[in-house]
């Protein structure tokens, strides 16, 4: 029975790679166009489109737990919760907040950065980024 290898983190390549950044392509798109729709507030997009980046943060705790938090946080299953809670209540902070952690996510697939794995900050479904050591 093979014995997975912890360094290595597969990844999607060739055209299916490419599909995805055009689907984050694409999602960022929707979410500009459905955020300046809404009436949002540009600075405040400006502000807060690379704060999720801060879930980078938990590699201080490891791989396993950066990776983990980072996931977390650059799913679109967040962006979608934070959007369903925010209409449920009637927060518009929180469609806000959602549709700019849309456009961050669909700005990181577009740029090929993905969910990480918990072998390496760089290893992604989308890919090695970075250096190696």
Not at 40 to 65: E, K, Q, S
Not at 98 to 103: D, K, Y
Request: charged share 10%.
């Amino acid at each position: 029975m093979p014995t997975a290898n912890p360094s290595f983190s597969p990844a999607v390549a060739g055209i299916p790679r490419r599909l995805l950044q055009a689907e984050g392509a694409a999602l960022l798109a929707a979410v500009v166009i459905a955020y300046a729709y809404l009436g949002g507030n540009w600075i405040v997009f400006a502000a807060l489109f690379l704060a999720p980046d801060l879930a980078m943060l938990g590699y201080l705790g490891g791989n396993r737990v950066g990776a983990a938090l980072y996931n977390a946080v650059h799913t679109t299953l967040a962006a979608f919760a934070l959007g369903a809670a925010g209409y449920l209540l009637g927060a518009g902070w929180a469609i806000d907040g959602a549709l700019i952690l849309a456009a961050h996510i669909g700005f990181d697939r577009m740029l090929g950065y993905g969910l990480k794995y918990g072998t390496a900050f760089g290893d992604t479904h989308l890919g090695s980024k970075g250096k190696r050591p």
